[in-house]
């Protein structure tokens, strides 16, 4: 029995997916305030990916030291410092004077987010009753769209209609966010632990037997997060620049519709198999990723919309389904280690995509940089696709060759059976 100062199970996976939330509004707030940066510190693309890229750069980092850590610690302490290192980190956007200030910010709020993102998900399966697996992934994703669309509607509304707007977004999140760290301090201690092994730092690894379902599930999270890279990176910037439109809260809501109909179709996609959700999302990737190009190059508001929705049905099904597919296989002891080396891949490569097109977007023009970071995208997502097909095909042909032996074994066995003969 839970004691008064301690959270139901069902209440604790509610905090759990707000944890989620929080590390997509996190990630998301400073979006919409790049223009802002941009203007006010005279700052190059470059510069402004530049601020996004530190946010992966210091999750992988996190997840490569602590991936592990609340397998040993438990889930509970994991998080709270997770929660600890964003807010620090979110405080700091609050009172920026300088970009110096953004980007010491941006790596806190990375590394909370790398030291809360695995022991949130993984606390969310354990305090789950049944398909506990089934029922994290859905929220999850759902979550983390939640978290992206806070982010830009608040962020937008508040940057446009508020005052202070490089900073009054930024004290709303830190609020939120010790709200949060309250509800997370009663959440259960008695979470699954390794004891059977001491944590070491970077402890994480693959688990023996499920190499190909940990590739199809880490470049399906990747394609999905590297949608989040373009959009988030640059997205408002080009909103404002090559769509033309200069209000704070329509880019936004734009961007934020890529999160609502991401959430939206996970809610319908959750009984679609894990293979078969990425298999049609990688599909889906490069249909969303040639109209983001057509609607940059035509200039039009319309095919941007539309690019952002379809990239949102993209992201929902390539996370649904590399979520679902790795919360299946791992280990229970390994959970938290497998899921932050999934996590570590796609966080790697959305430093990388943004990076490079920020580099491009400042010496090419805006119009380039946006056509790199979306065929980067949509390559994921068919190798995403690829590599969905042939664990399908690996799974059919070790269920064929199951069945195979255990018909030449019943077959043996009937055999040996003395034979009775009638007159």
């Not at 590399?322 to 002891?333: H, Q, R, S």
């Not at 280690?337 to 023009?365: F, H, P, Q």
């Amino acid at each position: 029995m839970n004691s008064p100062r301690t959270l139901s199970p069902r209440t604790a996976f509610w905090v759990a997916a707000a944890v989620i939330v929080h590390t997509l509004w996190t990630s998301a707030a400073p979006a919409v305030t790049y223009p802002l940066y941009a203007a006010q510190w005279h700052l190059t693309p470059t510069v402004t990916t530049a601020i996004f890229a530190v946010y992966p750069i210091a999750v992988v980092v996190a997840l490569l030291v602590f991936g592990n850590l609340s397998d040993h610690v438990g889930r509970r302490t994991a998080i709270l410092f997770g929660l600890a290192a964003s807010l620090a980190g979110v405080l700091l956007f609050a009172v920026a004077q300088s970009v110096a200030w953004v980007f010491v910010g941006r790596a806190l709020m990375g590394i909370g987010v790398g030291l809360s993102t695995s022991p949130a998900t993984a606390a969310m399966i354990e305090y789950s009753a049944g398909n506990g697996s089934q029922r994290a992934s859905v929220v999850t994703t759902a979550a983390t769209g939640v978290g992206f669309a806070l982010a830009m509607l608040v962020g937008g509304a508040l940057i446009q209609y508020a005052p202070f707007p490089m900073h009054l977004n930024f004290w709303i999140l830190s609020a939120v966010l010790a709200v949060l760290s309250g509800a997370a301090w009663f959440l259960p201690r008695s979470q699954q632990r390794n004891a059977a092994t001491r944590w070491r730092p970077g402890d994480i690894a693959i688990p023996r037997g499920m190499m190909l379902a940990f590739l199809t599930s880490a470049f399906a999270v990747t394609a999905g997060y590297t949608h989040g890279a373009v959009l988030l990176s640059i997205g408002a910037q080009v909103a404002h620049d090559l769509i033309g439109s200069g209000n704070a809260l329509v880019n936004g809501a734009a961007i934020a519709l890529f999160a609502i109909v991401g959430s939206v179709v996970s809610l319908f996609a959750k009984r679609i198999p894990a293979l078969h959700s990425i298999a049609i999302g990688g599909v889906v990737t490069v249909v969303g990723m040639s109209t983001l190009m057509l609607s940059a190059s035509r200039h039009s508001l319309a095919l941007f919309t539309a690019a952002i929705a379809i990239a949102g049905i993209a992201y929902s099904l390539m996370v649904l389904g590399g979520l679902g597919l790795i919360n299946a296989k791992a280990p229970t002891d390994r959970r938290a280690a497998t899921l932050s080396a999934v996590y570590a891949i796609a966080y790697v490569m959305m430093g990388v995509v943004s990076l490079s097109l920020g580099v491009t977007a400042t010496r090419l023009g805006l119009e380039v940089g946006i056509d790199l970071g979306a065929s980067a995208v949509a390559t994921f997502g068919l190798i995403a696709t690829v590599l969905a097909l042939c664990s399908g095909a690996a799974r059919n042909l070790l269920a064929f060759r199951k069945s195979t032996l255990r018909d030449c074994r019943d077959a043996a066995s009937s055999n040996d059976k003395p034979r009775t003969f009638s007159s």
